[in-house]
């Protein structure tokens, strides 16, 4: 299985294109953000102290979030054009059990993830210092790398799913070029989560990425909120978190980290489940 693993890593980061493309949507919302929306969601906090400090960091760490499903989705690239080269077939009849062979393309596919999302990670971290932040504190850090690879685990089971029923390469292509261009909104990256309808903020609750860039938000925005809203009324900061994507809330009760980490958790055992079944039943 390791040979699986690190032929698929090496295959993946030798194509350029598939590494860049993998990036394409975490380089549109950081574009849109600079040069379009970056301004007037720092102008929508009016003359709030570190305003920028909040708005850098809610947007990167929605960035980080959005990273994982893109990343994994390039990995899985090289399982489909396995599939669709017919040497997946080649590695059927080998010595090496179905159940190994599954496992490396997911592996591979988690570690390729983990790499490009801690990449985003830093150059996040950078873009924040660079523009008048802070970097996080070193638990803070500590807490990114664990949501980053929960994140990233939750994004291979629904990569991993969706390539279950692909089984041509062009097909493929254009689920990742949907799946892309979505994203940022099913996140609520693009647009905070509050100035949705009702209606859209359930649809995009339903999301599992939703919970991951909520959980990002709530460790890289602490220090930030805690600057531009000192001495603010609790009911303001509230009501901001919950406009932003911060905190989630259904009715009058808000989604607890530990509730969004379940949410994260259960949700990648049932896609790999799912994945599974759907795989051995097409093999009958």
Request: glycine fraction near 8%; avoid cysteine.
């Amino acid at each position: 299985m390791i040979p699986i693993i690190g032929r698929n890593i090496k295959i993946f980061f030798r194509d350029k294109a598939n590494v860049f493309f993998s990036l394409l949507a975490v380089l549109i919302i950081i574009g849109l953000y600079v040069f379009f929306l970056g301004k007037n969601l720092t102008n929508s906090l009016g003359d709030t102290v570190g305003a920028q400090y909040v708005m850098d960091s809610w947007i990167m760490s929605g960035v980080i979030s959005v990273s994982g499903v893109t990343t994994t989705m390039g990995a899985f690239a090289v399982m489909i054009d396995d599939r669709a080269n017919k040497i997946l077939k080649d590695f059927t009849v080998s010595p090496i059990r179905s159940s190994r062979l599954a496992a490396g393309y997911i592996l591979s596919s988690v570690v390729v993830g983990f790499i490009m999302s801690i990449v985003t990670f830093v150059l996040a971290e950078a873009y924040i210092f660079l523009n008048g932040g802070e970097l996080l504190p070193p638990m803070a850090m500590l807490k990114m790398i664990g949501l980053i690879m929960l994140t990233v685990l939750t994004s291979s089971a629904m990569v991993y799913f969706l390539t279950s029923f692909f089984r041509s390469q062009n097909a493929f292509a254009t689920a990742s070029t949907i799946l892309g261009t979505i994203i940022g909104f099913l996140a609520g990256v693009y647009v905070p989560i509050g100035q949705f309808s009702d209606s859209v903020q359930t649809v995009i609750k339903l999301f599992p990425m939703t919970y991951s860039a909520s959980l990002m938000r709530q460790v890289m925005m602490e220090e930030p909120l805690k600057i531009s809203f000192a001495g603010a009324p609790v009911e303001g900061l509230d009501a901001f978190k919950l406009m932003m994507g911060h905190t989630i809330r259904f009715g009058e009760t808000a989604v607890t980290p530990f509730t969004s980490i379940l949410i994260l958790s259960g949700t990648a055992l049932l896609l790999y489940g799912m994945s599974i079944l759907n795989i051995s039943r097409k093999a009958k």
